[in-house]
């Protein structure tokens, strides 16, 4: 099953919400995406039947290894992206909101070979070990 980008953003954004916090709920989706319960509810099932993420206990949803290793492809871009543009000069707001339009948009391809162009010829933002797999994850 294909995920389409609203998708994408769900499972990254449970992604960073399991990061910062373990435990993750609709509730919490909900607000860091400020979209309502019932939008998350749907994306939720539909998450649900492509076997991207499953229910635990007391209602948390957890990633299953399909949608976490969906979630940290989308993460890495999105860290990429909006580390560059704000090392350009972009505004963090306008560099965040862009770098989540084009880490949709690229190809595994492109994305390889411009991650691998900017290692090469030493582009050095400040969250550089994001998206080098250098950081802890936790």
């Not at 980008?5 to 990061?19: A, C």
């Not at 994306?43 to 649900?48: E, G, S, Y």
């Not at 580390?83 to 339009?101: K, M, P, Q, S």
């Amino acid at each position: 099953m294909k995920v389409l980008e609203s998708g994408e953003d769900y499972l990254e954004t449970i992604l960073m919400l399991q990061q910062r916090g373990g435990t993750v709920r609709s509730v919490d989706v909900a607000a860091k995406m400020k979209v309502s319960k019932a939008s998350v509810s749907v994306a939720m099932k539909n998450l649900r039947a492509g076997g991207y993420v499953k229910m635990g206990n007391n209602h948390e949803i957890v990633l299953t290894p399909q949608g976490r290793q969906l979630a940290e492809t989308m993460y890495e871009r999105h860290q990429l992206f909006s580390d560059i543009l704000a090392g350009l000069g972009v505004d963090g707001e306008v560099a965040l909101r862009d770098a989540c339009r084009i880490e949709h948009a690229l190809s595994a391809e492109s994305f390889k070979a411009l991650k691998g162009y900017f290692l090469k010829n030493g582009v050095d933002p400040p969250e550089k070990e994001k998206w080098t797999g250098d950081a802890q994850k936790t």
